[in-house]
């Protein structure tokens, strides 16, 4: 009886696609495209998706990959699987999509010419694909050069409005020393996931060690985040706790800008936030404890400051604080190389389409493998 609920869940799922209004509508949609909205000799890489899997974590992997590839130059095709093309139009991440130029073909043949097919099909080829990229959903790091770790991107509403590169003053005075902004809500950043999993400090216990090294009166909290982002004083740490001093959407990226070292603290149950890509695009130095999570990895002292522990990450923020300026534009301009060279927008899909192997393999969860 226990597994009758499961197979009417499943059966839902199956049929979603078929009935499900939002979803119908963004699947005829798509189709009825084709291939019209590519441009004169604009490369095509086709992704075929037949594993609910890609649709993990909101539709970001999706998104991200397919946006990408579009700030990279490519034209993203879709193969028509129902299952992962419909949720173009039940997926609030994904249906942002649906305003760029993108394609999507029954078949491969449509195509007709040469390729790169990104499949998570087993046995996916095509004589006609120049390039196979197969994408793996299991939990695990490379284990050769063949093998690609998928990166965590910006958030999607970031992405979206076309706010990177950031353009900041590489040389000025920042009017934060260390800066903060993010949910700290009790209950959900101090999860034992971080520390039971990846043995790592969770956000709110990083933020407390902070805290207590900084202290109290070398804390700004602003009550409006408008404010303090128009009025440009000089704080040792600014917090703002999305609880308590929300910044606005479209302002994220400048407040982040504000800060010479952002605390790139862990997300509820993983340790790689989309908050330290976007700090890094502003040319904030990140305080972190994961550096070994990102492809290459970030260097300590040379483009972020890392930590292990809380007697360490108190010395980290100690140093910080007593910093001369020129050690901080130093770091900076390391942050601004590793950026530019990886995590600007197209830089990944670059790598994964333009100078990997014939055949190469995209390990999707690899970022949340415990090392």
């Given at each position: 009886m226990s597994s009758f609920p499961k197979r009417v869940e499943a059966l839902a799922r199956r049929l979603r696609p078929y009935v499900n209004p939002a979803a119908r509508r963004a699947y005829r949609e798509l189709m009825a495209r084709g291939m019209s909205q590519r441009r004169p000799g604009e490369p095509v890489?086709?992704?075929?998706?037949?594993?609910?899997?890609?649709?993990?974590?909101?539709?970001?992997?999706?998104?991200s990959l397919i946006l990408d590839l579009?700030?990279?130059?490519?034209?993203?095709?879709?193969?028509?699987?129902?299952?992962?093309?419909?949720?173009?139009?039940?997926?609030?991440?994904?249906?942002?999509?649906?305003?760029?130029?993108?394609?999507?073909?029954?078949?491969?043949?449509?195509?007709?010419?040469?390729?790169?097919?990104?499949?998570?099909?087993p046995g996916a080829a095509d004589p006609q694909a120049a390039k196979l990229v197969r994408v793996d959903y299991q939990w695990r790091l490379p284990r050769s050069a063949e093998e690609i770790p998928f990166p965590v991107f910006v958030h999607p509403q970031i992405a979206l409005k076309d706010q990177l590169p950031v353009a900041y003053d590489m040389e000025g005075e920042r009017c934060a020393r260390i800066f903060f902004g993010g949910n700290t809500s009790e209950g959900?950043?101090?999860?034992?996931?971080?520390?039971?999993?990846?043995?790592m400090l969770t956000r709110r216990e990083m933020l407390e060690a902070v805290c207590q090294e900084v202290g109290e009166k070398k804390i700004h909290r602003p009550a409006d985040a408008r404010a303090w982002l128009e009025a440009g004083s000089s704080e040792p740490f600014v917090l703002c706790e999305t609880q308590v001093t929300k910044i606005p959407p479209e302002r994220w990226l400048e407040a982040l800008s504000k800060g010479d070292f952002f605390l790139a603290c862990p997300g509820v149950g993983m340790p790689l936030c989309h908050n330290l890509?976007?700090?890094?695009?502003?040319?904030?130095?990140p305080i972190l404890q994961y550096s070994r999570y990102l492809t290459p990895e970030l260097r300590d002292g040379v483009n972020c400051l890392a930590f292990h522990d809380v007697p360490s990450l108190r010395e980290v923020i100690s140093r910080v604080l007593a910093m001369p300026q020129e050690e901080v534009l130093r770091l900076r301009r390391g942050v601004?190389?590793?950026?530019?060279?990886?995590?600007?927008?197209?830089?990944?899909?670059?790598?994964?389409?333009?100078?990997?192997?014939?055949?190469?393999?995209?390990?999707?969860?690899?970022?949340?493998?415990?090392?």
């Open positions: 890489v086709c992704l075929d998706f037949s594993d609910s899997a890609i649709d993990a974590v909101g539709g970001r992997y999706y998104f579009i700030d990279a130059g490519y034209f993203p095709v879709l193969r028509a699987r129902r299952n992962t093309v419909s949720t173009f139009g039940t997926s609030r991440v994904k249906s942002l999509l649906l305003g760029r130029r993108l394609g999507a073909v029954a078949s491969t043949t449509e195509i007709g010419e040469p390729y790169v097919l990104i499949s998570d099909s959900k950043y101090d999860k034992n996931v971080i520390g039971e999993l990846y043995s890509v976007e700090a890094m695009a502003a040319g904030a130095v601004k190389e590793y950026f530019d060279g990886q995590l600007a927008p197209g830089r990944f899909a670059e790598r994964v389409v333009g100078t990997s192997p014939v055949e190469s393999t995209l390990l999707v969860n690899s970022y949340r493998v415990p090392r």
